[in-house]
């Protein structure tokens, strides 16, 4: 699995301090509320399972799947939900979490989906962020890196369901794309 990766973009360790450091700007935005903090799957569980960690107030967790890639390296612009919350969010402070945002279309759905529900506040943290490659003019409230417009694996983000379970982020190989 190492052996596919081209170079290692971001260490194990710069993520970990980074994720702490994001876990105190949310734990001051959210104190006195009860935040519902939701995991955008597959790609944010591992930053989601170490974020709330550092957030330092009571909280909810909910998950919801949403697709628009397929098996390829762009997105569709078609999301699909796969998975819907167990919980309404009429009324509460909502916080999406998100492995990473490119062009942005995924998570302008989403946050369109959660105010219709109407959702009392909506900020959105991602750990990765490529703005070269939005379609869409969306920010993140917080953001972990800025990378550049290359695709990504490790850290819970795949290529083809692989390398979610490296510890840090990295650049496939080319060829590894053409088989
Ligand atoms: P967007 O809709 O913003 O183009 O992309 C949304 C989702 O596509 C991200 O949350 C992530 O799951 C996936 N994605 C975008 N860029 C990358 C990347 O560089 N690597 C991987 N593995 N997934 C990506
Ligand atoms: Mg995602
Ligand atoms: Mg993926």
Known sequence: MQNDILEILISEEDIKKKVTE??????????????LVICVLKGAFIFMADLVKSINVPLEIDFMAVSSYGASTKSSGVVKIIKDLDVPV???DVLI????????????HLIE????????????VTLFDKPSG?????????AGFIIPDAFVVGYG???SEKYRN???VGVLKPEIYSH
């Open 157 to 159: 983000l795949d290529y």
């Open 134 to 142: 939005r379609k869409v003019d969306l920010q993140a409230d917080y």
């Open 166 to 168: 490296l510890p840090y």
């Open 22 to 35: 994001l876990g105190e700007k949310l734990s001051a935005e959210y104190v006195g509320r009860n935040p």
């Open 113 to 124: 989906m959660l105010n219709n529900r109407n959702a009392k506040s909506t900020r959105v």
């Open 97 to 108: 979490v998100e492995d990473i945002i490119d062009s942005g279309l995924t998570l302008s």
């Open 90 to 92: 009429e009324g509460r």
